[in-house]
């Protein structure tokens, strides 16, 4: 656990003197001795014994010096600094990293690098025990969600006033929580009273650096900067795979693709197996075609035409994707917040079963505490997490992102982490042709669904900007019945038991009838049916007023056109794409896109940082879910998404996705230069 407070409830953690680490020699001496290990300094673990010489920054850069016999070397970690025009408190982060020789010698540190003062790991939880006291609320079955080094603690009060930290997926059920404190306000109030202690204890320093002490991610750091007012959280180098790791995990990519995906899966499900290759050839040789080039003549201003007739709308979709609509609510969940502080929730409340059907189920840190408590509630309730082969394990052993590094001594694969002293019980989605079950549907007691973009993972909840809805209502009886059937395909029946399982009825434990009950369509990318695609097709050709559009990857050359066409109607046609997403190829696929799309008069905004988000507004119909605008999502892979024309929730999509992102985004008025590197990319990314 990242971060122990001294209270009730929450004991401290014991370490051995033998494993005195980096961070606790800055304020232990005993740990200290005379000169390094053996040889030259290699990794962290080369100067935990030593006591710092001292500490110095300069623009974004931090260097902690240590000097012994032999020479000297130091941990760095740099990032960007907040400009003069930036306002407010700036939370960065960092990771360290051993530099040998040093950047600048003794002499230049002193006259040109700025000192920092060092404080040991005591002084920090004294401080964040304070500011808790500060967040807790007074009221009994109130509780705080306060977000502190990249982990989420529920803050309350016991009956006699003493204060209680959870971690928010071991807090108590019934709590309300009425507050939320994000990581960045956590961090502006951490500084604001730690400079102000610091100058009323007659210490006052212009740097601050703490000990933040070691978890399950090694030792790491805090910095705050009062008068550039930024905080720093500087985290260990992520770690990389020893070669016998990284010759496993090319075993097990082997092994999935060519055994499982293809080998069992050909026995297990022989229907699945020809039927994809027949179908994935097929959509791979469409999407090769070129775009259809865009209409002649200059591009028509908005002509704010009245939107489409949504009751008419609605029967054309039953005859284009089918007449199955159901009964339910939902609610927006925007960003990881949200999104796992609900679902956490969710699982600690669960009476009988919890169902997880996800694309990616991580095995970084904050992956592995949602996985310890559906391993605890496996001992009470049926628990069970449907998982595709390759998106899991790609994702596992991906180079780690910041402060997600998967902690000291976790299994390789998260499906065995899952299963390992545990009632949790696991099934693998297999990939014939390297075809992926992308859905991200979670059911609870079959009375609620979660559907969306997010899968489980320390990005997912801190990063990256994503989308969920909570569902309620006879539609999650459709939703369970949809895992019940894939959960069935990936057992020993295969085909047959995915055919057998589709004839059972649909169920929902919940009420039949309520007030905020609306209709609900759900549209698959199914094998043969890509209703997603043709949903969203006629949409673009339906509309009349506007389009507005939210995805991560924008390669399919039919959506393109579809969208120009409308544009050149006079449709209001606006797209929000990711500044910098987590596919080199798919950014160069969005940047040619971009450019399509502007020239146009398509107007492009670019989130500041990752969006992952799926959405859609035509007209006054919305769409969310898991599916991408490209090749696979559309065609090939399964995919979930759910559709509505009830005012109440075009307009909560609208104003709570829509226009907040419209307003924090830039909006491209000419498109960046298109390189042919990046139009070799689109052609690679059209096949993805």
């Avoid at 990581?183 to 500084?191: I, L, N």
């Avoid at 005859?319 to 339910?328: A, I, T």
């Avoid at 809805?469 to 939703?479: D, K, T």
């Avoid at 055919?499 to 009420?511: C, F, I, S």
Wanted: hydrophobic content about 45%.
């Amino acid at each position: 656990m990242p971060f122990n407070p001294p209270v009730a409830n929450t004991p401290l953690r014991t370490r051995p003197a033998a494993a005195c680490l980096l961070l606790l020699a800055l304020t232990l001496p005993a740990c200290t001795s005379s000169g390094p290990p053996e040889g030259a300094v290699a990794d962290v673990q080369a100067l935990v014994s030593l006591q710092p010489a001292g500490a110095f920054y300069r623009d974004g850069h931090l260097l902690i010096r240590y000097d012994f016999d032999e020479g000297e070397a130091g941990l760095v970690a740099a990032w960007s600094p907040p400009g003069s025009d930036e306002a407010g408190h700036h939370l960065r982060m960092a990771v360290m990293d051993i530099e040998t020789p040093l950047p600048a010698t003794p002499a230049e540190l002193a006259r040109d690098w700025e000192p920092v003062a060092l404080f040991g790991y005591p002084r920090w939880r004294a401080l964040v025990t304070a500011l808790l006291e500060q967040f807790a609320p007074a009221a009994a079955g109130e509780a705080t969600l306060v977000a502190i080094r990249r982990a989420d603690f529920v803050v309350h009060r016991a009956p006699d006033g003493a204060l209680r930290v959870h971690p928010l997926a071991d807090g108590p059920a019934g709590l309300r929580i009425g507050r939320r404190v994000s990581e960045e306000a956590f961090s502006a109030a951490a500084a604001d009273f730690l400079q102000a202690q610091l100058e009323a204890a007659g210490e006052p320093a212009a740097l601050a650096l703490f000990a933040v002490a070691e978890d399950e991610l090694g030792s790491s750091f805090v910095l705050f900067d009062f008068a550039r007012r930024q905080s720093v959280f500087i985290a260990p180098m992520p770690r990389a795979d020893a070669p016998h790791e990284q010759l496993d995990f090319s075993l097990r990519v082997l092994g999935s693709v060519s055994v499982q995906g293809h080998v069992l899966t050909v026995a297990q499900q022989p229907f699945t197996f020809a039927n994809r290759l027949f179908w994935t050839t097929a959509q791979s040789g469409l999407a090769a075609l070129p775009m259809a080039p865009p209409p002649n003549g200059d591009i028509p201003p908005v002509s704010g035409a009245a939107p489409m007739d949504v009751v008419a709308w609605e029967k054309a979709l039953d005859k284009l994707v089918g007449r199955d609509r159901y009964r339910g609510s939902m609610e927006l969940l925007i960003d990881g917040e949200a999104f796992f502080e609900t679902l956490l929730q969710a699982v600690q409340e669960a009476q009988r079963s919890i169902d997880i059907r996800v694309y990616i189920f991580d095995r970084d840190d904050y992956a592995l505490r949602v996985a310890d408590l559906l391993k605890a509630r496996s001992q009470d309730i049926k628990v069970r997490v449907l998982v595709d082969r390759l998106g899991t394990l790609a994702a596992g052993h991906a180079p780690g992102e910041l402060a997600h590094e998967t902690r000291n001594g976790a299994a390789h694969s998260i499906v065995d982490y899952l299963r390992r002293d545990s009632n949790v019980e696991v099934r693998v989605v297999e990939n014939p042709w390297f075809t992926s079950d992308h859905t991200k549907v979670i059911v609870i007691d079959r009375a609620r669904a979660f559907v969306g973009g997010m899968n489980i993972g320390g990005e997912y909840r801190y990063d990256w900007h994503d989308l969920m809805v909570e569902v309620r209502g006879p539609i999650v009886g459709r939703l369970d019945k949809d895992f019940e059937k894939r959960w069935a395909h990936t057992g020993a029946g295969g085909d047959f038991a995915f055919a057998l399982r589709a004839l059972r009825p649909e169920r929902h434990a919940g009420p039949a009838q309520d007030p905020a009950y609306m209709d609900l369509r759900p549209l698959y990318t199914r094998t043969g049916d890509p209703q997603v695609l043709r949903a969203q097709l006629a949409a673009m050709r339906a509309a009349q007023s506007r389009i507005y559009i939210q995805q991560p990857y924008v390669a399919d050359s039919q959506v393109l056109a579809e969208l120009i066409r409308a544009r050149r109607r006079g449709v209001d046609v606006r797209m929000i794409l990711p500044a910098e997403g987590d596919s080199k190829i798919m950014n160069s696929a969005n940047l040619v896109a971009a450019h399509m799309l502007i020239s146009n008069g398509v107007r492009v905004f670019v989130y500041p940082g990752m969006t992952h988000a799926k959405a859609a507004l035509y007209d006054d119909w919305a769409i969310i879910g898991s599916a991408n605008f490209d090749k696979l999502s559309l065609r090939i892979n399964q995919e979930t998404n759910l559709a509505t024309s009830d005012p109440r929730f075009v307009e909560a999509l609208e104003r709570e996705l829509f226009d907040v992102d419209f307003a924090r985004s830039t909006e491209w008025t000419e498109a960046a230069p298109v390189g042919w590197g990046d139009y070799i990319a689109r052609v690679i990314a059209k096949q993805l």
